[in-house]
């Protein structure tokens, strides 16, 4: 079975840009959930998807927004980049809503300038 | 508030050695504690998980031990190989709720 993918790999914004980052899960997972990487701050949660809704939402201000698709790829979206939001976004699918076995995609490195 | 505290920081092991990373929690409705392995350039991939009825659990060089009345779970290394360098975390949840990570460790062996 292929692993969890996400597109792109690499993203350079500039502040004020929006982006839209792509997650496709393992194939037969139906929740997805989306963490946002720093070294100061660790592994953040920011939301779950699970069946087209969203399940669960980390504390996070109201730029950062996702949404599934009826095949369970999940997209995120963070508009008015700022300098902060340069992180390495991760992408986790499960087979079931709260799964607690985890498969993480590779992320997706977002560097604001 | 950080719920799951991550000890240490960085860590240097000699090959052969035996690798401990620390971490306690506050929430005792959790009741799944994962540890996870990340290399440089790689998503975080699942080492091993306990749940709270077992003290220890181990798979291959690998063992978690957990104390539940102290609220303190650790990771252990067994003959610590430079392929085990990574960055290390300790999670936490809670029923079907999201994971909660620890800071992580970033471990490097050296021979």
């Known amino acids: 079975k292929a692993g969890v993918t996400q597109t792109p790999r690499y993203l350079i914004k500039t502040r004020g840009q929006q982006v839209t980052l792509s997650c496709s899960p393992i194939s037969g997972h139906r929740s997805v959930s989306w963490y946002q990487q720093t070294p100061g701050q660790g592994l953040q949660f920011l939301f779950e998807?699970?069946?087209?809704?969203?399940?669960n939402k980390g504390n996070f201000p109201g730029r950062f927004s996702g949404r599934q698709f009826s095949n369970s790829r999940s997209e995120m979206n963070v508009s008015t980049l700022e300098l902060g939001d340069s992180a390495l976004y991760l992408c986790a699918s499960s087979l079931e809503a709260g799964g607690v076995t985890q498969y993480f995609g590779p992320g997706t490195r977002l560097t604001v300038l | 508030q950080q719920q799951v505290k991550q000890s240490p920081q960085s860590l240097i092991v000699q090959k052969g050695g035996i690798s401990i990373i620390n971490c306690a929690y506050e929430n005792t409705a959790f009741d799944y504690f994962p540890w996870y392995q990340q290399f440089p350039g790689k998503g975080p991939a699942l080492l091993i998980a306990?749940?709270?009825?077992?003290s220890e659990k181990k798979e291959g060089r690998f063992t978690i031990s957990f104390n539940k009345s102290a609220k303190q779970f650790s990771l252990h290394i067994m003959d610590s190989q430079p392929g085990d360098s990574a960055t290390y975390f300790c999670a936490a949840s809670s029923g079907n709720e999201k994971l909660t990570f620890g800071t992580g460790t970033r471990l490097t062996i050296i021979p």
């Open positions: 998807y699970f069946s087209e809704t969203q399940r």
């Open positions: 306990i749940r709270p009825d077992v």
